[in-house]
């Protein structure tokens, strides 16, 4: 799983807080249990969790006192109650204190994981929503999309003028090329931009699950539904919606969604009242829709619905202006984030950077930046820092801007700065590896121009 929520387990009965760690610790969280309540009390106030299961009855310090303690020091964790069946009325009481869910002894394991697996998303998108917000105000309102490319503006102005319109919005592009963080953009620009913003995959779940992530469900609607969960169209009320992957939506999911658009109201799994909503969608794809729609897997009237206004981001090999600017973008990004003074990066890394295809586009980028930075020595990242592919690439082609094949003497220029940078500017070294000696060696850099690098 990619985000590795930290869960703190409280139960007086050691059995009870063994298996719910050893069920939790297969799951993939970060689990610190206890069987003292009094402990666990200590614990919530020098430590930071994103879930806390906790047994309602407990000597000393109970579950409600937990609870409590939990709410006045961290607001967004989420509190899961474990409860035998005597207590289910407490359980309930303690819910409208504030409690996610509860638990009932003996545990059924399927109901725990996906309890916990709920909390544990409602947290990750609170925490997403907090930092896109953080994110706004640090660039003055706007979300960072880094571009000079004269298309990707004109696409940026045009998202600009519609954001405040409400329309849904349909963007198209390869994997990487920035679909969501264009998504964002149009949010942050629009008149919703106080309101949430949510993200979902919708090829990341099955049917049913994206069903009761998207619409929610009311108490009872299945087995453990234990309480009423509201989706993530009733949750995005007041905001934006961002369906990534769209085409891969079930049909039957097509159909409800299209009437969530259209009527703008929501129906629970298991409900029978309809719920008002306010959201504005935002879809993208990185397949050709009218592909899909012609092989029957997409519902054209949707189409007609989420295509208002449509995007097409360019891959990054149709705007290699925009590889310079990122890649100091991503360089001073993650020399913070990793406490590094790398502040440069060598011509050699980025003749290579303009010459590479990027098959993972702006991702991809950011990915061979993140990784120079770490491995750098000093402030400089050279060639020596980036992956296997890329080092190859600079020996097998040195292709010239405009397209030309190199002449022989850019094969050998490209290729004894290669070798020198390899070898950390060891002139010796590198002659023996060319197989001649120094004095040729310095002939040719002569020759090349390169002594002073």
């Known amino acids: 799983m990619d985000y590795r929520a930290r869960i703190l387990i409280v139960d007086d009965e050691l059995v009870a807080v063994r298996n719910l760690e050893h069920v939790m610790k297969k799951e993939g969280y970060d689990i610190t249990a206890t069987q003292s309540g009094q402990n666990a009390l200590k614990m919530i106030e020098e430590q930071n969790f994103d879930v806390v299961i906790t047994d309602l009855k407990m000597e000393k310090v109970d579950g409600t006192q937990i609870l409590k303690r939990s709410r006045e020091l961290s607001p967004d964790t989420e509190v899961i109650m474990i409860t035998g069946y005597a207590s289910l009325q407490s359980a309930i009481q303690v819910m409208k204190k504030g409690a996610y869910d509860y638990i009932t002894k003996p545990f059924k394991l399927d109901e725990v994981r996906r309890v916990v697996r709920e909390a544990v998303e409602k947290v990750r998108l609170k925490k997403e929503n907090l930092q896109l917000r953080e994110q706004l105000e640090r660039f003055s309102g706007k979300v960072k999309f880094i571009t000079q490319n004269p298309a990707v503006q004109k696409i940026l102005e045009t998202a600009r003028q519609i954001a405040p319109t409400d329309c849904n919005v349909l963007i198209t592009g390869e994997s990487g090329t920035g679909k969501e963080l264009l998504a964002r953009y149009v949010h942050f620009m629009s008149q919703r931009a106080d309101g949430p913003f949510f993200a979902i995959n919708c090829g990341a779940f099955t049917e049913e699950l994206l069903s009761n992530e998207l619409f929610g469900h009311?108490?009872?609607?299945?087995?453990?539904?234990?309480?009423?969960?509201?989706?993530?169209?009733?949750?995005?009320?007041?905001?934006?919606?961002?369906?990534?992957?769209?085409?891969?939506?079930?049909?039957?999911?097509?159909?409800?969604?299209?009437?969530?658009?259209?009527?703008?109201?929501?129906?629970?799994?298991?409900?029978?009242?309809?719920?008002?909503?306010?959201?504005?969608?935002?879809?993208?794809?990185?397949?050709?829709?009218?592909?899909?729609?012609?092989?029957?897997?997409?519902?054209?009237?949707?189409?007609?619905?989420?295509?208002?206004?449509?995007?097409?981001?360019?891959?990054?090999?149709?705007?290699?202006?925009?590889?310079?600017?990122?890649?100091?973008?991503?360089?001073?990004?993650?020399?913070?984030?990793?406490?590094?003074?790398?502040?440069?990066?060598?011509?050699?890394?980025?003749?290579?950077?303009?010459?590479?295809?990027?098959?993972?586009?702006?991702?991809?980028?950011?990915?061979?930046?993140?990784?120079?930075?770490?491995?750098?020595?000093?402030?400089?990242?050279?060639?020596?820092?980036?992956?296997?592919?890329?080092?190859?690439?600079?020996?097998?082609?040195?292709?010239?801007?405009?397209?030309?094949?190199?002449?022989?003497?850019?094969?050998?220029?490209?290729?004894?700065?290669?070798?020198?940078?390899?070898?950390?500017?060891?002139?010796?070294?590198?002659?023996?590896?060319?197989?001649?000696?120094?004095?040729?060696?310095?002939?040719?850099?002569?020759?090349?121009?390169?002594?002073?690098?």
């Open 218 to 453: 009311e108490k009872g609607a299945f087995t453990g539904a234990t309480a009423m969960k509201k989706g993530l169209i009733e949750t995005a009320s007041g905001g934006s919606l961002f369906l990534d992957e769209i085409t891969e939506m079930p049909p039957s999911m097509q159909v409800k969604l299209l009437r969530v658009i259209q009527e703008r109201e929501v129906l629970r799994v298991g409900g029978t009242e309809t719920i008002k909503v306010n959201v504005r969608f935002i879809a993208a794809t990185n397949r050709d829709i009218q592909d899909a729609i012609k092989a029957g897997h997409f519902r054209r009237d949707l189409y007609f619905r989420l295509n208002v206004v449509a995007f097409l981001i360019p891959p990054l090999s149709e705007r290699r202006d925009d590889i310079p600017l990122l890649s100091y973008y991503f360089l001073k990004k993650h020399a913070l984030l990793l406490k590094k003074n790398t502040i440069e990066i060598s011509q050699d890394v980025l003749a290579l950077l303009m010459n590479y295809d990027f098959p993972g586009n702006v991702r991809e980028l950011e990915n061979i930046i993140e990784r120079g930075v770490a491995l750098a020595q000093d402030s400089t990242v050279e060639t020596s820092h980036l992956p296997e592919d890329l080092k190859e690439l600079s020996i097998r082609t040195f292709r010239k801007k405009d397209g030309k094949f190199p002449s022989l003497e850019d094969q050998e220029t490209a290729y004894i700065r290669w070798v020198l940078s390899e070898v950390g500017g060891n002139k010796t070294i590198a002659a023996q590896i060319l197989d001649i000696d120094r004095v040729s060696l310095w002939r040719k850099l002569k020759k090349y121009g390169l002594e002073a690098e």
